[in-house]
């Protein structure tokens, strides 16, 4: 069984700061791990993701993330926020979703 | 063109009635999925197919759900006797039938208001 929990529902940051967003899954197979971003009534576009190669995996738009096996941890990272990032973000497991964190940027 | 595609793209029904609703997946994509996303939730896995079979449906939420994908292309998804609580997004994403990372290509969705 598959499993996300992404801690904060919402994270505020202002532009040019750095962006955070935490994601800690447990999976009882080796897990394909997922960022997907959604902007308002839009569907989920795919960020990036991990599949047991490099640990550390970049994306598009200037995300990255890095997975921590024992930490059992993929968190997002974007050096530099920018006005543009304000959407909500979701870890995914496969097929399993997490809750979601609404990323707000402050000018 | 080239991206999955849903229609509608919203639909207001009363409850009680049925509705349909329509998936165009990548054309090159066998595996066709089917998610529901509730407000403030991340999307919740309801079925896919591989061509024309549906290989996982135990996490329809009721029997009132059904999906099919008749010949392996588009695919719809109906909900009969609508209640209150179907009221969701619907999304849909189509995988393409090589590679084994899962990667997923969403549509747009499907807005679903009952009154």
């Known amino acids: 069984a598959q499993s996300v929990t992404q801690l904060g529902s919402h994270v505020s940051v202002s532009e040019g700061a750095l962006v955070l967003l935490r994601c800690n899954y447990s999976s009882s197979v080796p897990p394909y791990l997922f960022w997907y971003v959604q902007y308002p009534n839009q569907g989920l576009q795919l960020l990036l993701k991990y599949t047991s190669a490099a640990t550390l995996v970049k994306g598009i738009n200037g995300f990255e993330a890095e997975f921590k096996k024992s930490e059992t941890s993929f968190h997002l990272t974007k050096p530099s926020a920018h006005m543009s990032d304000a959407a909500e973000y979701f870890c995914a497991v496969r097929l399993v979703f997490g809750a979601g964190t609404i990323l707000r940027v402050k000018s | 063109d080239t991206g999955v595609s849903q229609n509608p793209r919203h639909k207001i029904t009363k409850r009680g009635q049925n509705v349909t609703f329509r998936c165009d997946p990548i054309s090159e994509h066998n595996r066709l999925y089917w998610y529901r996303q509730t407000l403030g939730q991340g999307p919740e896995f309801l079925t896919y197919?591989?061509?024309?079979?549906?290989?996982?449906k135990s996490r329809l939420l009721s029997d009132r759900f059904s999906a099919e994908r008749p010949k392996g292309s588009f695919s719809t998804l109906e909900i009969q006797r609508t209640e209150q609580g179907d009221s969701a997004m619907y999304l849909c994403?189509?995988?393409?039938?090589?590679?084994?990372?899962?990667?997923?290509?969403f549509g747009p969705g499907t807005r679903l208001l009952v009154l």
């Open positions: 994403a189509s995988r393409d039938k090589g590679g084994t990372t899962e990667t997923q290509y």
């Open positions: 197919f591989q061509n024309e079979a549906q290989l996982e």
